[in-house]
């Protein structure tokens, strides 16, 4: 059974940053996409980034990209997400998810396990 627990969640001004990581146990990490999803109040799960199993691969939706950055350290089965420049439309309950596969993209269909969540707050 794969577990992810995340931390580095927690409220944040405009234009501000936090690091969300994301510690899976199991010996699969390093074989898998990792993703990182979000949900805000009232809205759907919405894809935000996703890593390649090597790490060297990673793709963004438009509403993050060249504000976060998503990577990985596979020794330590963890993925992080670095968000800089934080807006209000960005807060939601943020996901880390274990993809199927070496390779996904932002279809949630495409991960198997998924961690409980942690809040992000922009506040303007």
């Known amino acids: 059974q794969v577990q992810l627990i995340e931390s580095g969640g927690g409220s944040v001004q405009a234009g501000g940053s936090l690091r969300l990581s994301c510690v899976a146990s199991?010996?699969?990490?390093?074989?898998?996409?990792m993703g990182w999803f979000r949900q805000a109040p009232g809205k759907e799960r919405e894809f935000v980034a996703v890593?390649?199993?090597?790490?060297?691969?990673?793709s963004y939706a438009d509403s993050v990209k060249g504000r976060f950055t998503i990577s990985r350290d596979n020794p330590k089965n963890t993925v992080y997400l670095q968000m800089n420049s934080l807006k209000p439309e960005d807060t939601a309950v943020y996901y880390c998810?274990?993809?199927?596969?070496?390779?996904?993209?932002?279809?949630?269909?495409?991960?198997?396990?998924w961690g409980q969540g942690t809040q992000v707050t922009v506040s303007s």
């Open positions: 998810a274990v993809a199927r596969g070496p390779y996904a993209d932002y279809d949630a269909r495409a991960y198997d396990y």
């Open positions: 199991g010996r699969i990490f390093s074989s898998k996409a």
């Open positions: 890593s390649r199993s090597s790490g060297r691969t990673t």
